[in-house]
C-alpha cells in the first residue's frame, strides 16, 4: 500500500504495468478508460490479448469485476483508496478463474484494519488540464469487527478538446471476527464515470460514454493450522448510456468455494467449486427490426477444480492442478496445469511450469451488432515457462528471470469476411499466437528500508529528519511475435524505478522505454516512446504530507492507441 500511495501514476493500474514484465496496459488520455470498442485500458498479458479485452481477468478480493454481455473489466469502476496489494498472474491462469483468464488474472487485495485501531484520510491534488483528485477513507477496527467507508472523485478537463473525464467512486465494509479463526466480510461499491472521446485526430467526432456500477459480496472465510476455507458471494449489475444511441443494462451474480486441507507434512490439496450467471440487455443492437432489441440474454458457468502441492524432501516441491468447466452454451472444458520448483540452497530456486487457459465467446460477439457471429468457438491458450530466482546479500538484492513460450487459437478478432459476406467484416476465430519472451526481474534494497515499513516507525524517522534510504528496481520483458502480431504488445519493455530519500524529502523516480510496439489491429503502425515519472512527497508535520507528481517530464510526443495522442507533460501537487 505504501508502494501505491507514492507512486507518481494517476491510476493504479498503471502502477501494476510499471511493476510486473509481460503486462502492458493502453491509456489515450490523463485519466479515464471509458466504455465501448473505442475504450482505452485495453491488457495485454505476454502479447495475449483480444479486440474485446476480455483475455486478462480483473478481479477485485477474488470477484471479477467484468461487464456482463462484452466480458471486459471496467477499470474507471475499480476503488483505488483500499487496495493493499495487487496480485499479478502472468499466463493462462484458468485453473485459478476460469473463463476470462486466457492470458492471466488482475486481483485487487483490499486491506483490512487492524483490531484497535481507527484512521482517517484525505487527499486533495490539482493539476494540468484542469485535473483534480479528491479522495476521503475512514476505518475503525476492534477486536470482533471492523468498519471501512470511503469516497474518491477524479475528473479532468482533458488535453484535448472534447476529451473530460470524471468520475465518483464509493464503497463500504464491514468485517466481523465470528471467532478466532472465522471472518466474515461484507463489501459494497459503486461508481459512477462519465467519458468523453474526441475520436482520432484523423476523424474527430465526439463519443459520450456514461457507465454506472454497483458491486456487492460476502465472503466468510475459516484459518486454522490444518484446514482453511473461504466461500464467497457476489452480485454486480451496470448501466451503459452511449451518446450514438446505444443503451444497456447488464449484470453478473456468483459463487465460489474452495477448501485447502494440510493432510501430512509437506502436502497440501486445495479443491473447490465455483458457480456465475451473467447476461443483460441491450439497443439498438444493429437492426431496427432486429428481435433481440432489449431483450434479456443470459449464460451461466460451473466450474470444479483441484489442485495438488508436495515437498519431496527439502529441495523439490511438485504441484499439479485440473479444472473441468461447463458453459451454458459452449459445453465443458478442461484446464490442466503442471508445475515443480527445486531448491539451490537458501537463496536460489529454478522452477517450471505448463498451464493451460481459455475463453468463451461473449454475448456482444455472438449477437450483437451486425459483425456478431454466432458460430464463434471457445478460444484457447498454452503456456510453458522456466524460471530462476535468487536472493543475495541478506536479501538486499533479488533477481527473477523467466523465459516463456505461450500459444494460442481461434482467437477472436473483427476482420474482413470471406467474399460476398455482408456485412464486409466478422467476428471470427480468425488468429492464432505463437509468442516467445523473456521476462527480468532484480531489486537492490540500500541502507535498511523495508519494502512495507509500519508507519508508526515512518513518523519518527520523518522526525528525526530521514526516511529510510533507497531501492533500486528493473524489470524488462523481450516478446518475440512468431505468429501473428497482436497489438499493445511491446517487443521491449524496459521500466526503472528509483526510490530514495534527501533527510525528510522522498523522491520516486520513473523511467519506462517502450519498442517495438503496434498501436492498431491491423498491425500496420509501430509506436517507439521513453517517459519519465516523478513523485516527490514531503511530510509537513506528523499526519500531513505534501505530494507533487509529474508525469511525462520530457514531453515526449508518442500515441499507444494508433490517432490518440498521449497527454505531454502533466504536473499535480
Known amino acids: 500500500k505504501t508502494t501505491l500511495q507514492n507512486s507518481p501514476q494517476s491510476n493504479i493500474l498503471q502502477e501494476a504495468e510499471q511493476a510486473t514484465p509481460g503486462l502492458f496496459i493502453t491509456g489515450k488520455g490523463i485519466m479515464g478508460a471509458g466504455a465501448g470498442p473505442l475504450s482505452s485500458g485495453k491488457i495485454s498479458m505476454r502479447g495475449l490479448m483480444s479486440s474485446s479485452n476480455s483475455s486478462t481477468q480483473v478481479l477485485i478480493d477474488g470477484v471479477p469485476m467484468m461487464m456482463g454481455l462484452f466480458g471486459h473489466p471496467l477499470t474507471d469502476a475499480i476503488e483505488q483508496t483500499n487496495v493493499d496489494r495487487i496480485e499479478v498472474l502472468r499466463g493462462p491462469s484458468s485453473l485459478q478463474y476460469g473463463g476470462s483468464a486466457l492470458a492471466g488474472a488482475i486481483n485487487f487485495i483490499s486491506l483490512n484494519p487492524a483490531p484497535n485501531t481507527q484512521n482517517m484520510m484525505a487527499a486533495t491534488q490539482w493539476g494540468s488540464c484542469g485535473t483534480v483528485k479528491r479522495s476521503f477513507s475512514a476505518s475503525l477496527g476492534k477486536e470482533k469487527y471492523f468498519l ?4 474518491s472523485h477524479n475528473a479532468t478537463d482533458g488535453f484535448r478538446d472534447n476529451s473530460a473525464f470524471t468520475n465518483d467512486d464509493y464503497f463500504f465494509r464491514f468485517g466481523v471476527n465470528i471467532t478466532k479463526h472465522i471472518q466474515r466480510v461484507i463489501s459494497i461499491y459503486r461508481s459512477n464515470a462519465t467519458t468523453n472521446d474526441p475520436g482520432s485526430i484523423d476523424a474527430p467526432s465526439l463519443n459520450t460514454t456514461h457507465v454506472q456500477r454497483t458491486l456487492a459480496s460476502y465472503r466468510l472465510t475459516n484459518n486454522y493450522q490444518k484446514l482453511k476455507s473461504a466461500l464467497t458471494l457476489y452480485y454486480q449489475e451496470g448501466i451503459n448510456h452511449f451518446s450514438d444511441g446505444w443503451n444497456s443494462k447488464d449484470y453478473m451474480g456468483g459463487g465460489r468455494l474452495e477448501e485447502q486441507f494440510y ?5 497440501s490439496i486445495l479443491a473447490g467449486a465455483e458457480a456465475r450467471w451473467y447476461g443483460g440487455k441491450g439497443s439498438p443492437v444493429g437492426f431496427p427490426t432486429s428481435t433481440l432489441n432489449d431483450i434479456w440474454i443470459r449464460q451461466t458457468e460451473q466450474g470444479a477444480f483441484v489442485v495438488l502441492q508436495q515437498k519431496a524432501g527439502e529441495q523439490l516441491s511438485l504441484n499439479a492442478g485440473l479444472r473441468t468447466d461447463h458453459h451454458s452454451l459452449f459445453g465443458y472444458t478442461t484446464s490442466p496445469s503442471l508445475g515443480a520448483t527445486y531448491s539451490l540452497g537458501k537463496s536460489t530456486s529454478v522452477r517450471g511450469l505448463f ?25 484457447k491458450a498454452g503456456n510453458f515457462e522456466l524460471g530462476v530466482s535468487s536472493r543475495l546479500l541478506s536479501d538486499r538484492i533479488s533477481v527473477d528471470l523467466t523465459l516463456f513460450s505461450t500459444t494460442a487459437s481461434d482467437l477472436i478478432f473483427t476482420v474482413p469476411a470471406p467474399a460476398g459476406s455482408v456485412p464486409p467484416v466478422k467476428n471470427l476465430n480468425a488468429k492464432k499466437v505463437s509468442n516467445n519472451g523473456l521476462e527480468l526481474s532484480t531489486k537492490l534494497l540500500i541502507g535498511d528500508m523495508n519494502d512495507n515499513p509500519d508507519a508508526n516507525d515512518k513518523d519518527k524517522q520523518a522526525d528525526n529528519g530521514t526516511f529510510s534510504t533507497a531501492r533500486f528496481s528493473v524489470n524488462y ?8 502480431p497482436l497489438p499493445f504488445s511491446p517487443k521491449h519493455k524496459l521500466n526503472i524505478q528509483l526510490q530514495s530519500s534527501v533527510r525528510k524529502l522522498l523522491i520516486n523516480l520513473e523511467y519506462q522505454y517502450i519498442s517495438g510496439m503496434y498501436t492498431d ?7 517507439n516512446y521513453s517517459m519519465m515519472d516523478l513523485a ?18 520530457f514531453d515526449e510526443k508518442y500515441q499507444i492507441m494508433k490517432g490518440y495522442p498521449m497527454p505531454g507533460r502533466i504536473l499535480m501537487g
Open 148 to 151: 471501512q467507508a470511503g469516497y
Open 355 to 379: 498451464s493451460r487457459g481459455f475463453r468463451n465467446p461473449t454475448i456482444g460477439e455472438l449477437y450483437y451488432f451486425p459483425i456478431a457471429n454466432i458460430t464463434l468457438k471457445t478460444e
Open 536 to 553: 516527490l512527497i514531503y511530510p509537513l508535520m506528523r499526519r500531513i504530507q505534501l505530494k507533487v507528481t509529474g508525469n511525462n517530464l
Open 263 to 267: 493432510i501430512f507434512k509437506g502436502n
Open 477 to 484: 520483458m523481450y516478446l518475440q511475435q512468431n505468429e501473428t
Open 521 to 527: 489491429f491491423t498491425a500496420i503502425t509501430k509506436s
